[in-house]
């Protein structure tokens, strides 16, 4: 059996904590004059995978 790859784009973008998988939160490059102080606030930090999408992107990170 051949090793399993990972993503290298998954890899940038997700985080694997503890069995859970981060990620950042989008809208929040560009055309930030105007959004709110309070709606740029509320995007900061990293947020969890949706479970929808929890089994595709664990199949792009097979050693997280």
């Known amino acids: 059996m ?3 790859k990972t993503k290298r ?3 940038k973008r997700f985080e694997v904590r503890k069995g ?3 990620r ?5 490059r560009h055309i ?5 102080t ?3 606030r ?3 930090g990293q947020v969890g ?3 929808s999408n929890m089994a595709s992107v664990r199949a792009m990170l097979p050693n997280g």
């Open 2 to 4: 051949p090793k399993l």
């Open 32 to 36: 930030l004059t105007k959004k709110t």
């Open 9 to 11: 784009g998954a890899a």
């Open 24 to 28: 950042g939160q989008a809208f929040k």
């Open 49 to 51: 995978v949706h479970e």
């Open 20 to 22: 859970r998988i981060k």
């Open 38 to 40: 309070k709606a740029k």
């Open 42 to 44: 509320q995007l900061r």
